[in-house]
């Protein structure tokens, strides 16, 4: 019987998927933890509230 003979490509493939695999989720988890703190964190400048308006009392209401 002949030996097996592993290339190094080969021997490493698994090892070189999980890096693969640790990378991508990585990546994918700093993106979703940025954008969900980015979202969470707006600053209190761009929303912008209504201010009431005065009443004015008319003047000919008030002479009658």
Known sequence: ??????????????????????????????FICSSLFYSCNTSSGKIVKEQPQKQQTSTAVAMR
């Open 1 to 30: 019987m002949k030996a097996r003979n592993f290339s190094p490509m080969g021997a490493l493939h698994p090892v070189l998927f999980f890096a693969g695999v640790y990378v991508v989720a990585l990546v994918f988890s700093i």
